[in-house]
C-alpha cells in the first residue's frame, strides 16, 4: 500500500504531463548565460584554448582521468581552428537561446561546454560547472516547445496548434534536485569549516582582494558579518529543503535571489550568481505563469487603454496559419483576435463583408490600421518575441485611410 | 523527442517509466554521494576508479557543491615572472590579476583569478609550472635578444580579522625557474 503511493507520486512528481513554459523560459537564460559567458571569454580566447595557450592541451591531458568530453583534443592545434570553435560554439548557443533547431543547438551547446571546461579545468568556475550540469538534463527537456522559433515554425506550418502540448517534466525536476541537493551539500560542506560556526566566513569572503568589486558599508562590523554568516546558511539550507514546500517556495527563492544579488554586488564571480538565479524559473508553478502574463500585459497595457485588434480573414491556409503565429506570440494576450467570417466578425457587423479588408489580415492600434508585414512590425510592441524589432515600428507612417478600424472600435 | 512529449491524458508508457526511474533514481544518489562531504578532498581527488565516477566527470554531473567551504580562502596570491635574457638583461612581467583593472574589466577576469592566485601559486599545481613558464618566454622573445630563464615568483597575503595582531605583510618566495629552450620559443 504505501509503496503503491510512494510510486504514485513518483510518477506525477516525475511524469505528470505539465506545460513547459519553466523550462522553455530557462532555456532562454541559459542561452544568454552562455552567450555572456562566450563574450567574458572571448578577448582571452586564444591565451586559455589557443595552441600556444598558458597550459598546453598535452598536459591537461595528463591531469584527466577516464573519459572526458572535450572535442579540442579532435582539433588541429591552429589558431583558424580554435578561432572557428569559437564562432560555431556561439552560432549553437544563439540557436539555443531562440529555440532553433533546439534539441540539435542543446546538445552542442553541452559538448562545447564541456570542451572549453576539459580544456582547462582549472580556470573553470562554479557558474560554469553548474551550466554543465544544467546543460545534461536540458538535452533531454524540450526545451523547444514554448517560446522558440521551433514551434512557431511548426505552428505556421499547422503542424501544432495554439496551445502548448503538455510533456512530462523529468529533465526540469533533476534540474531542479540537482539545484536543491546542492544548496544543501554546500551547507554541509560549509558546517565542515572553522569560520561558518564561529561567523566570520563572511568576513573573510568579503575581504579575498581578487574577489573584491563594490564596497561593503558592514564589511568590519563583527556583527553585522556574523549574522550575514550565520544568515548565509540559513538562506542556503531552505533553498534546498524549504522550497519543495509550496507556501515557502516563492519566499525561500526571493530570499536566495537577495543573497546571491548581494554576492554579485559585492565580489567579483562572473555569472556565478546570475546562473542559480535563472535556474530558479524552473520552480515556478506552471499555474502562476499566466497570472503572471496578466500582470505584465496590464503593466504594458492598461485595460483603459485602446484595444490593438487584428482581423483576419481565415480564407486562404496562409492567413490561418499567420494568424496562429500571431496568437503564439501574443504571450501577454494584449490582442484581440477577430476572424472577420466567424460569430465575433459577425458582432462586429464584419461578416460576409472580408472583400472589404485591404488585406487578409489587418493589425488595428491606436496608431492606424496595418496589413501584411506592416501589421507584425505594428504589433511587435506588443510582443515579447518581436521585441527586437519593435523600435523599427516607430518608422511607420501613420496610413491615410483607417477603415473598417472606426468601426471596430465602437 | 518522445521521452517526454504527450498528451496529458496518455502518460508515458510504463516500460518507458520504469527504465527513465532507474536513470534518475541512479543520478540523483550517484550525483549526491559523489559531492557529499563524506571523503576527504584528496580522495575525492584521486584517480577515477569505477564507472560511476567515470560516468559522473564524463557528463560534468562529478560537481563539487564545496563553495567557500570548508573556510573561505583567507590568503591572497598573485605570481610575477622574471625574466633573463641572453644578454643578461633583467625583466619582470606579473601575471594579470583583477587587482590590476577597473571593476568593468573585473568581469573578464575571472579566468586569470582562477589562474593566477588559485592554482599556479601552489605546490600541487607543479606540473603546470613549466607550461606558464614558457608561456611568459614566448611572450617576452625578442629574436636577437631571446630569454634564458624564467623565474616564478608567489607574492603572498593573509587576511585577518580586525582588532587581530596585523601580519598582513606581503610576502614573496621564488618557486620556480625554468630553463627556456629554443623549441619553447617557436
Known amino acids: 500500500m504505501i509503496l503503491r503511493k510512494l510510486t504514485s507520486k513518483w510518477n506525477r512528481f516525475f511524469f505528470e504531463p505539465q506545460p513547459p513554459t519553466a523550462i522553455a523560459l530557462f532555456r532562454i537564460f541559459y542561452g544568454l548565460l552562455i552567450i555572456a559567458q562566450l563574450f567574458l571569454l572571448h578577448p582571452q580566447w586564444r591565451t586559455w584554448f589557443g595552441p600556444h595557450a598558458f597550459m598546453g592541451l598535452d598536459t591537461m591531458n595528463r591531469f584527466s582521468t577516464g573519459p572526458r568530453i572535450n572535442l579540442f583534443v579532435l582539433l588541429p592545434r591552429t589558431d583558424f581552428a580554435i578561432n572557428a570553435f569559437f564562432w560555431v560554439f556561439l552560432f549553437f548557443a544563439v540557436c539555443l537561446t531562440l529555440g532553433y533547431m533546439s534539441r540539435v543547438s542543446s546538445v552542442a551547446v553541452f559538448l562545447f561546454l564541456s570542451s572549453i571546461i576539459e580544456r582547462n579545468h582549472f580556470i573553470a568556475n562554479g557558474g560554469e560547472n553548474i551550466m554543465r550540469l544544467a546543460g545534461f538534463f536540458l538535452m533531454f527537456a524540450p526545451v523547444g516547445a514554448a517560446f522558440s522559433v521551433d514551434r512557431l515554425l511548426r505552428v505556421s506550418k499547422g503542424q501544432e496548434g495554439i496551445e502548448v502540448p503538455a510533456y512530462a517534466p523529468w529533465a526540469q525536476r533533476m534540474i531542479q534536485l540537482e539545484m536543491s541537493v546542492g544548496y544543501v551539500l554546500t551547507v554541509l560542506w560549509k558546517l565542515t569549516g572553522r569560520t561558518w560556526w564561529n561567523g566570520t566566513a563572511v568576513y573573510y569572503a568579503l575581504h579575498m582582494s581578487g574577489f573584491h568589486r563594490f564596497p561593503v558599508p558592514w564589511a568590519d562590523n563583527l556583527v553585522a558579518i556574523k549574522l550575514a554568516t550565520w544568515l548565509t546558511l540559513m538562506i542556503e539550507f531552505s533553498a534546498g529543503i524549504l522550497v519543495w514546500n509550496r507556501k515557502l517556495r516563492y519566499p525561500v527563492l526571493a530570499a536566495a535571489a537577495c543573497m546571491h544579488l548581494g554576492i554579485e554586488y559585492s565580489m567579483n564571480i562572473p555569472l556565478f550568481e546570475w546562473v542559480m538565479i535563472s535556474s530558479f524559473v524552473t520552480f515556478v508553478y506552471p499555474s502562476d505563469f499566466p497570472r503572471f502574463w496578466n500582470w505584465v500585459g496590464h503593466l504594458l497595457v492598461p485595460r483603459s487603454a485602446f484595444r490593438t485588434f487584428v482581423l483576419h480573414d481565415d480564407a486562404t491556409a496562409e492567413v490561418v496559419n499567420a494568424a496562429r503565429v500571431l496568437r503564439v506570440l501574443d504571450v501577454f494576450r494584449l490582442l484581440h483576435f477577430v476572424e472577420v467570417r466567424s460569430g465575433d466578425g459577425l458582432a462586429y457587423g464584419l461578416a460576409g463583408n472580408s472583400t472589404t479588408l485591404e488585406n487578409p489580415l489587418l493589425v488595428i492600434s491606436s496608431r492606424g490600421v496595418y496589413g501584411g508585414y506592416l501589421a507584425i512590425l505594428s504589433a511587435s510592441p506588443l510582443l515579447p518575441l518581436l521585441w527586437p524589432l519593435s523600435p523599427f515600428s516607430l518608422l511607420l507612417r501613420r496610413p491615410r485611410r483607417a477603415a473598417p478600424a472606426v468601426a471596430i472600435q465602437r | ?186
Open chain 2, 1 to 186: 523527442m518522445s521521452l517526454n512529449r504527450r498528451n496529458p491524458a496518455t502518460p508515458l508508457p510504463r516500460g518507458q517509466r520504469a527504465v527513465l526511474s532507474i536513470f534518475i533514481a541512479f543520478n540523483i544518489v550517484a550525483t549526491t554521494l559523489w559531492a557529499a562531504p563524506i571523503r576527504s578532498r584528496n580522495v575525492r581527488r584521486r584517480r577515477p576508479v569505477n564507472g560511476v565516477a567515470w560516468y559522473l566527470q564524463w557528463a560534468g554531473l562529478g560537481m563539487g557543491w564545496a563553495f567557500f567551504a570548508p573556510d573561505p580562502i583567507d590568503t591572497y596570491y598573485y605570481v610575477t615572472s622574471e625574466i633573463t635574457y641572453r644578454d643578461g638583461r633583467k625583466d619582470t612581467w606579473k601575471f594579470p590579476g583583477p587587482e590590476d583593472v577597473g571593476v568593468y574589466q573585473r568581469y573578464f577576469m575571472g579566468t586569470y583569478t582562477a589562474w593566477s592566485s588559485q592554482i599556479i601559486p601552489l605546490s600541487e599545481s607543479a606540473p603546470l609550472w613549466p607550461d606558464a613558464a614558457r608561456y611568459v618566454a614566448r611572450l617576452h622573445n625578442h629574436p636577437e635578444n631571446p630569454p634564458t630563464t624564467v623565474k616564478l615568483i608567489r607574492h603572498w597575503k593573509t587576511t585577518e580579522l580586525p582588532g587581530s595582531k596585523d601580519l598582513s605583510n606581503w610576502s614573496e618566495y621564488e618557486f620556480f625557474t625554468y630553463s627556456v629552450e629554443s623549441k619553447d620559443l617557436e
